[in-house]
């Protein structure tokens, strides 16, 4: 099982849609997670951490459910600019300085 | 205001020409990272200091070492580049462990093409 799993996509969203992206995760001691967001050819970009409780940023909702250690990114009225890949960021062991393990992301497109 | 900064933003370098990446943060965080990525995949990291302390991932080949001088600047060396090490290489850092959040910050980004 790898580290850290998205679907590829791309999603075909139209303007104005909900759109959720899920992501599984194989170890079970990662204490942190997060949605980086990244445009073509850019740095990836920190969107959100995700909590244990769920967390809202405006449009954006993320749930953690570590049960089935899988994480989601939800995203309502959907904008053009929303269009980008969307990588699911955990943490590599427990805690600690030891870098992140990165999905390979799902690519978002917004159509008009 | 930058934060953290990577220099140069392309760079080319012929095969087998060692090559070196420079990384600098004003953001004085205790830890970098150098992660490396290829089209369409996910970032891969390659090493990162805490503080002085280098810690090498185990998949990382010998080609790549890395040099922190001081808090500020981290350097990716890439000894003998091959066709196969064009790639974004991406700096990152991030505050000490043991804070709530381990978030990082990434510069924009070094695209490196050997011919």
């Known amino acids: 099982r790898k580290e850290v799993e998205q679907d590829p996509g791309p999603f075909n969203v139209p303007e104005g849609a909900t759109v959720a992206f899920n992501c599984t995760y194989s170890?079970?001691?990662?204490?942190?997670f997060f949605w980086y967001r990244q445009d073509c050819r850019k740095e990836p970009k920190l969107l959100m951490s995700?909590?244990?409780s769920g967390n809202e940023d405006g449009r954006f909702t993320a749930q953690l459910n570590r049960a089935s250690q899988y994480i989601s990114l939800l995203i309502r009225d959907s904008k053009l600019s929303d269009s980008a890949t969307y990588l699911c960021?955990?943490?590599?062991?427990?805690?600690?300085?030891?870098?992140?393990?990165f999905g390979k992301g799902t690519h978002l497109i917004i159509q008009p | 205001d930058a934060m953290v900064i990577q220099n140069p933003r392309y760079q080319v370098t012929q095969f087998g020409k060692p090559v070196t990446l420079s990384c600098s943060q004003t953001?004085?965080?205790?830890?970098m990272y150098w992660y490396q990525q290829k089209s369409s995949q996910a970032p891969k990291l390659l090493f990162h200091?805490?503080?002085?302390?280098?810690?090498n991932e185990a998949d990382t080949p010998d080609n790549f070492q890395s040099r922190r001088p001081n808090t500020s600047f981290c350097f990716l060396d890439i000894r003998s580049p091959g066709l196969g090490d064009a790639a974004m290489y991406l700096c990152?850092?991030?505050?000490?462990?043991?804070?709530?959040?381990?978030?990082?910050?990434f510069g924009p980004g070094t695209r490196l093409t050997v011919t």
């Open positions: 990152a850092t991030s505050r000490r462990p043991g804070t709530s959040s381990y978030e990082q910050y």
């Open positions: 170890n079970s001691a990662s204490q942190s």
């Open positions: 995700v909590y244990s």
């Open positions: 960021v955990v943490n590599k062991l427990g805690g600690g300085a030891d870098g992140l393990t």
């Open positions: 953001l004085n965080h205790n830890v």
């Open positions: 200091y805490y503080d002085k302390d280098f810690n």
